[in-house]
Antibody, heavy 118, light 110 residues
Framework: QVQLVQSGSELKKPGASVKVSCKASGYTFTSYAMNWVRQAPGQGLEWMGWINTNTGNPTYAQGFTGRFVFSLDTSVSTAYLQISSLKAEDTAVYYC???????????WGQGTLVTVSS | QSALTQPPSASGSPGQSVTISCTGTSSDVGGYNYVSWYQQHPGKAPKLMIYEVTKRPSGVPDRFSGSKSGNTASLTVSGLQSEDEADYYCSSYAGSNNWVFGTGTKVTVL
């Protein structure tokens, strides 16, 4: 069965960096894109962008350029989200979600809570 | 691009129907038949309920149905059950390999 398993919660200080992992299993990793979605506390879902798992080419949504980096290690079927120069407003649950054009977010990871606090 | 507009809340009694709207523009909802709906219970990851406007993934009850007219898509939940109480989000393709989510609707089963 398809599974996306994300790394555990993180507590970081402002200005630090964090790297969230998303390990896929149960399907051919390079057959589906990987999206990243942010959900701030008590707020809605926000699409951050996606990475082409064949080429490694990322696409970032408006507001997620510069400090946000998507990457892959296809040898272990894992996608990564790195956020640098963390700010308090980056505190959120970050989800990875598999997708295609027709079904953009058909399977989701369990989410990773990133808390930024001094 | 801006988030799609959904009503903040909707409610219905068990057995009744509730319909949630999702309003965008001709650049997203109105321009493509790639509207999806997601159910999210508190503390859980979202779950795909409808894709390509009207299609249901395997395992999703047929009480859930989707439609679209112009720039507005809709999700209808018929025969409301207590487990349907959750937040619901729409999403749409917005062109140039971009996607956008709706603002979210909290459904309450009275």
């Amino acid at each position: 069965q398809v599974q996306l398993v994300q790394s555990g919660s993180e507590l970081k200080k402002p200005g630090a960096s964090v790297k969230v992992s998303c390990k896929a299993s149960g399907y051919t990793f390079t057959s589906y894109a990987m999206n990243w979605v942010r959900q701030a506390p008590g707020q809605g879902l926000e699409w951050m962008g996606w990475i082409n798992t064949n080429t490694g080419n990322p696409t970032y949504a408006q507001g997620f350029t510069g400090r946000f980096v998507f990457s892959l290690d296809t040898s272990v079927s894992t996608a990564y989200l790195q956020i640098s120069s963390l700010k308090a407003e980056d505190t959120a649950v970050y989800y990875c979600a598999r997708g295609t054009v027709t079904t953009p977010f058909d399977y989701w990871g369990q989410g990773t809570l990133v808390t930024v606090s001094s | 691009q801006s988030a799609l507009t959904q009503p903040p809340s909707a409610s219905g009694s068990p057995g009744q129907s509730v319909t949630i709207s999702c309003t965008g523009t001709s650049s997203d909802v109105g321009g493509y038949n790639y509207v999806s709906w997601y159910q999210q219970h508190p503390g859980k990851a979202p779950k795909l309920m409808i894709y390509e406007v009207t299609k249901r993934p395997s395992g999703v009850p047929d009480r859930f149905s989707g439609s679209k007219s112009g720039n507005t898509a809709s999700l209808t939940v018929s025969g409301l059950q207590s487990e349907d109480e959750a937040d619901y989000y729409c999403s749409s393709y917005a062109g140039s390999n971009n996607w956008v989510f709706g603002t979210g609707t909290k459904v309450t089963v009275l």
